[in-house]
């Protein structure tokens, strides 16, 4: 990936083109947003401020605030952001103004140095501060604000050290002299994951907001909620753990070679809930308003329910109403709450109510047994016995809401074995009778392998091929020629420029900061009018060297829990793409947040599979709801640590793949209809993710129907094919059914492309015709489907 550092590097140092553009309406609806995305952790009644009592504002991030995380997902040349502090003089709202030009000044002399990919500070140098400055600054004003600000990005996790996860001791030393001199201090956290906040228990802080990096609008949304103007909207789409260790993945991330997913299923709540509720500090769904809220259920039917809010309170407000289910532990053992359901109410007005209808499917609530101990191995399963519902305003704020017997086990979908590991390892299951469970382990099922037999038997048929007819694209476009008719006339060479991209970023078919194109990638395919197709990276903006929106972070956006909200920025990030050019979103981004500390958790939703598939099917609704515009949902599978991200192995067993980390994929691709999907660099149980034809092939297309168009993430690592020696690289990956090499070329080669795909054509068990037009056709469909909205 060293070819793709240096790109990055110089396309870094380059200059933005244009002039940013200011455009009110966009700007109030991300503000919105961002509001809509902050979270309460904490409020003894010292939020709202009063605009007019003095604050005192301490912590750099004042006015160095963090918009974005770091990366292909972060860098972003937002049109404009202003600062925190900017946004609270700018309102005129009381606030100690000798403390804030002291910040103001240390911080322009003391700007932050720009650094190289991979090596951005997760916190900035703050500003050294005495204790008798803060006892002054105490004497003009009776309540302080302190923040708290860190990033961390692609190829860089998080680490569990100070000035990372932990606070520094500077910022210790400023907790404590605060809430030492000041009556009253709410502290607001900056960040894109989950930070400790076990300081918690030291300081004696009354108000603690929790702000996911909020985008261009950010500060305003914060200064809104800090006074009042708007409510917090958000609910923590993640737990947040007493200690790091509290993490059921904490002795199990961050190796360099492979990590073993021993928590099995029970990722986030699905741990806490089910074995360990004393480790958690602020629950999954949480988050205060400065409003109160009742909530009554009912059930209406064994699948579905009402939910009537009120709101109890003095002012207008939003609530979350989630819906968990507790299956029985049958023979397979559960997490005890899995969430099933969510909306949001409108704003409601003291005293208002506002009546939500739930409904779900009875295959929601299945488990995949990977071990055939009900007696259907590989499939999603119901166990008899009682599954119990609730409802309530966090996972476990919920009242039990209502029942469902089921008399006999049933079979829901027959799957088949894929993509499990090569070794077995052990894996959490649940011990005893009683909530909360002992920590039992059993070992996890290995793989029975028959990859060679299901590529054998479903190797497609050539189309014969014709030579040139001249038929070109635009008459299949208009139905005047068919896809076969247009494929059968391609050389193999031309087969094989459609399976890969140009070969660069930064295209110049595209607008300057592109991440590449494909499609027409010869000048014979453009003379037959293939389209050239240009992404851009995503997910949180255009990232071009362009001024564009930045947008508020998955996380933050999951954080809202309100999918029309999502729907509707992602239809202005679809209009965006259509100014700028672009084709392609290389987003959203959809990996499970396993671990707080994985670098790209910002540019992920949640913890909760559900909850990042509805969160990430509505930005693909509203990305494709504009026409000729497409997300690529990303990256296809288990993309959950950047250490050593190329190369690193994620070892799961089939039912922590199934029900957890594909879920949220699954979902949004029979929900929403991505038009692209793009593998990981990672490996997954061995096999890299541009490989992995189980992943790809069997469980994405065969058993969830996806027809659209499957790329790699950028460049991929050279590999033969163990089932077929006469099959590496570009070959092994088309023979997994992954359509297209972005950006192109592979970063082992001489600059000329791979030529692995056409050596291996027509050798024994070798790349067939019918393999590569395949790939090619789908890159021709995607071209359709983007014609035709
Ligand atoms: C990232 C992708 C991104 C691509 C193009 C890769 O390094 O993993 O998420 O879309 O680069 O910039």
Redesign the pocket.
């Known amino acids: 990936m060293e070819e793709?550092v240096d790109h990055l590097a110089q396309e870094v140092g380059q200059a933005v083109l244009g002039t940013p553009h200011r455009n009110p309406e966009r700007e109030a609806s991300f503000r919105r947003a961002a509001a809509e995305s902050i979270v309460l952790l904490k409020n003894e009644g010292m939020l709202p401020l009063d605009k007019n009592t003095c604050t005192s504002f301490f912590g750099r991030v004042q006015r160095d605030y963090f918009y974005v995380g770091y990366?292909?997902?972060g860098d972003v040349n937002a049109h404009h952001c202003i600062s925190p502090m900017e946004a609270v003089a700018e309102r005129g709202y009381c606030h100690n103004e000798p403390l804030a030009q002291t910040y103001a000044q240390w911080c322009a002399q003391n700007p932050i140095p720009k650094s190289d990919w991979g090596q951005w500070p997760a916190a900035y140098p703050e500003m050294p501060i005495t204790e008798e400055a803060v006892r002054q600054a105490a004497l003009a004003s009776d309540q302080a604000v302190i923040f708290l600000g860190r990033a961390v990005g692609?190829a860089m996790d998080n680490r569990p050290e100070p000035g990372w996860y932990y606070l520094t001791a500077q910022e210790r030393q400023l907790l404590g002299w605060v809430t030492t001199w000041f009556p009253h201090c709410a502290v607001v956290v900056d960040a894109g994951g989950i930070l400790d906040l076990s300081w918690l228990e030291e300081y004696p802080v009354e108000a603690l907001v929790y702000a996911f990096h909020g985008g261009m609008e950010a500060a305003n949304a914060l200064v809104d909620v800090l006074y009042g103007d708007a409510q917090p909207g958000g609910r923590l789409a993640d737990t947040i753990a007493r200690r790091y260790a509290d993490y059921p993945s904490a002795d199990h991330f961050g190796d360099p070679d492979f990590n073993e997913y021993r928590e099995d299923i029970y990722v986030g709540y699905r741990y806490f809930e089910t074995f360990a509720p004393e480790k958690v500090r602020f629950l999954f769904g949480f988050g205060l308003s400065y409003t109160t809220f009742s909530l009554q259920n009912r059930q209406t039917s064994p699948f579905s329910l009402q939910v009537t809010v009120t709101n109890t309170g003095h002012r207008t407000g939003r609530q979350v109403v989630q819906v968990y289910a507790q299956p029985p532990q049958g023979k397979l053992g559960k997490p005890v709450r899995n969430l099933i359901a969510f909306e949001k109410t409108a704003p409601l007005a003291p005293g208002q109510s506002q009546t939500l209808a739930f409904s779900w499917k009875p295959e929601t609530l299945a488990s995949f047994d990977d071990t055939g101990i009900t007696g259907y191995p590989y499939a999603w399963v119901l166990e008899k016995g009682e599954y119990r519902f609730y409802a309530g305003e966090d996972v476990r704020n919920a009242p039990l809401a209502g029942c469902w017997t089921l008399e006999e086990d049933r079979l829901v979908e027959q799957c088949s074995s894929e993509a499990g590991p090569a070794q077995s390892f052990l894996r959490l299951r649940p011990e005893g009778e009683n909530v909360p469970f002992g920590e039992g382990a059993v070992p996890v099922p290995v793989e029975e392998n028959h990859r060679r037999e299901e590529i054998l038997t479903q190797l497609p048929q050539a189309i014969p091929f014709t030579g040139r007819r001249e038929i070109q694209w635009e008459q299949v476009a208009r139905g005047e020629a068919t896809l076969e008719e247009f494929v059968a006339q391609l050389t193999p060479e031309e087969l094989e420029a459609l399976t890969r991209g140009e070969g660069r970023?930064d295209s110049s078919f595209g607008i300057e900061g592109n991440?590449g194109m494909f499609g027409g990638t010869l000048p014979s395919l453009r003379e037959l009018g293939v389209p050239t197709v240009i992404t851009t990276?995503?997910p949180a903006g255009l990232?071009l060297r362009h001024y564009t929106d930045l947008l508020p972070c998955a996380t933050a956006l999951a954080c809202s829990w309100d999918r029309e909200l999502v729907r509707t920025l992602g239809n202005s990030f679809g209009e965006e793409m259509v100014r700028m050019g672009s084709d392609v979103l290389?987003g959203p981004?959809m990996n499970i947040h396993r671990d707080p500390l994985c670098g790209r958790n910002f540019e992920y939703y949640s913890e909760d599979p559900r909850l990042s598939g509805e969160m990430a099917s509505a930005m693909v609704a509203g990305i494709q709801s504009v026409p000729g515009r497409s997300a690529c949902i990303?990256?296809f599978a288990c993309n959950n640590q950047e250490t050593n991200r190329e190369h690193n192995d994620s070892r799961l067993s089939q039912r922590a793949l199934r029900e957890i980390y594909l879920k949220g994929f699954e979902i949004c691709v029979k929900q929403a209809g991505p038009k692209v999907l793009?593998t990981s660099?990672n490996q997954i149980n061995g096999v890299w993710g541009h490989y992995h034809s189980q992943l790809v092939t069997q469980i994405l297309r065969q058993q969830w129907g996806y027809d659209g168009l499957v790329v790699t993430?950028?460049w991929m690592q050279p590999e033969q094919d163990p089932d077929f020696p006469n099959v590496y690289n570009d070959a092994y990956r088309i023979r997994a059914g992954v359509d297209v090499l972005m950006p192109g070329e592979g970063e082992h080669d001489t600059g000329k492309g791979d030529s692995s795909l056409l050596t291996s054509l027509g050798k024994e068990n070798g790349i067939t015709l019918g393999e590569i037009q395949r790939s090619a056709m789908q890159v021709l469909k995607f071209c359709l489907r983007q014609k035709l909205g």
């Open positions: 793709r990366g292909s997902g692609e970023m991440a990276d995503g990232r290389l981004g990303k990256h793009m660099y993430d950028w």
